[in-house]
């Protein structure tokens, strides 16, 4: 991912790597794994918010969505792809 920095009309990375200075040049197979937060499960403590003003605490769990049912939802396109998974598999549903 590339931030769009205006003063220099360049773009630049948005995440570094420690060992790695030019990351983004790098085939995927030398990345670490990373994991896409998805907003399917989000637990949240009421003094996160209140307190410290955010939606994430400390620490982050993950929660590994197999990737079938991780469903991007941007557009119809996704909403229909999302509504097929769910009839395709068990689970709550609301009439």
């Not at 995927?28 to 918010?49: A, E, F, T």
Request: aromatic letters at 12%; charged letters at 25%.
């Amino acid at each position: 991912m590339w931030v769009y920095d205006p003063e220099t009309a360049t773009m630049q990375p948005l995440l570094s790597h420690p060992t790695l200075p030019e990351f983004y040049n790098e085939p995927r197979q030398k990345l670490p794994p990373v994991h896409w937060h998805i907003g399917n499960l989000d637990v949240i403590r009421p003094h996160v918010i209140l307190d410290k003003k955010s939606m994430s605490g400390y620490p982050i769990l993950p929660y590994v969505l197999p990737f079938e049912y991780a469903i991007d939802i941007d557009d119809l396109a996704g909403f229909r792809k999302a509504e097929e998974t769910m009839n395709q598999v068990e689970c709550v549903r609301f009439e």
